[in-house]
């Protein structure tokens, strides 16, 4: 058998990367409009990531926002209260204190003591008056 032989014609004497260029060109399109809907479908994933992204991030900056003023009212109250507490300038104020207060503590330890001593000033006293008339009864005893 003979083969037959290849004829040419016009037509097939074109350029064939033109026509391989167009099948491929449609086979793209077709790949891209699958592509570009994967994408569509992506795009919306990931503006609801950062729609959820910025709604958490919202969220942060208004739990920041309330500890913020929680801690600066706290601070507020804090200062408040130290405002009335003594400070370093204040050294004259406070040794005028500690010293009225070791006054206070000398007066009252030395009135307990000075009662203390009276006390036993008027025991002794006593013995001593008890010692003497025993002395004289005594001598009242030997003349006798």
């Known amino acids: 058998m003979n083969k037959r032989q290849h004829s040419s014609t016009a037509s097939e004497q074109t350029d064939t990367s033109l026509l391989d260029s167009s099948v491929f060109d449609i086979l793209k399109g077709q790949k891209s409009k699958k592509d570009s809907k994967t994408k569509k479908v992506e795009d919306v994933a990931t503006k609801q990531k950062s729609i959820k992204s910025m709604l958490n991030q ?40 500690i ?19 009276e006390i036993i000033e008027s025991n002794v006293f006593d013995q001593s008056k008890e010692i003497d008339t025993l002395h004289i009864q005594i001598n009242k005893k030997i003349k006798k």
């Open 99 to 117: 010293r009225e207060t070791i006054d206070e503590l000398n007066d009252k330890l030395s009135s307990c003591v000075i009662k203390r001593l």
């Open 58 to 97: 919202q969220n942060a900056e208004v739990t920041t926002e309330k500890s913020i003023r929680s801690i600066e009212t706290r601070l507020d109250e804090i200062s408040l209260k130290l405002s009335t507490v003594l400070t370093k300038d204040d050294i004259s104020v406070i040794r005028t204190i």
